[in-house]
Nanobody, 126 residues
Framework: QVQLVESGGGLVQTGGSLRLSCAAS????????MGWFRQPPGKERDFVAY???????YHADSVKGRFTISKNNAKNTVYLQMNSLKPEDTAVYYC????????????????????WGQGTQVTVSS
C-alpha cells in the first residue's frame, strides 16, 4: 500500500513559479513509478509528468520546458517544479503511484496508476 499527500499549491500570477510536493508513505516508495496529473474545472484529469522507479522522466508537451518532475527517495517525496505558469495551468494537481513496483510505464493514462493523493489546487491569475 502507498499513501500520498500533496502540498505546495496556491495562487500565483502569470509567469510565476510553484513547487508541488507529494509525500509518500511506505517503505517501498523507491520501487514505484510516479506521475503528476491535473484536472481543470469541468474537465477530465490529464497527464502532466512522469518519473519511473529508476529515474526516467517524461513530460506532457503542454508543460515541457516549464515543468520538471523529480524525486528524493530518501525523503519518500516526488516534486513538480512549475515555472512560467500560465492561466491554463489552473487545476487541481494530483500525484499518483503506479499499480505495481519495478514497472516502467510507456503510456500515462490515469488508469495505469492505482494510488492517488487528495490533490492540491493551483490557481494562476492573469
Amino acid at each position: 500500500q502507498v499513501q500520498l499527500v500533496e502540498s505546495g499549491g496556491g495562487l500565483v500570477q502569470t509567469g510565476g513559479s510553484l513547487r508541488l510536493s507529494c509525500a509518500a508513505s511506505g517503505r517501498t516508495f523507491s520501487s514505484y513509478s510516479m506521475g503528476w496529473f491535473r484536472q481543470p474545472p469541468g474537465k477530465e484529469r490529464d497527464f502532466v509528468a512522469y518519473i519511473s522507479w529508476n529515474g526516467r522522466t517524461y513530460h506532457a508537451d503542454s508543460v515541457k520546458g516549464r515543468f520538471t518532475i523529480s524525486k528524493n527517495n530518501a525523503k519518500n517525496t516526488v516534486y513538480l517544479q512549475m515555472n512560467s505558469l500560465k492561466p491554463e495551468d489552473t487545476a487541481v494537481y494530483y500525484c499518483a503511484a503506479g499499480r505495481a513496483p519495478y514497472t516502467d510505464y510507456v503510456t500515462y493514462a490515469p488508469s495505469a496508476f492505482n494510488y492517488w493523493g487528495q490533490g492540491t489546487q493551483v490557481t494562476v491569475s492573469s
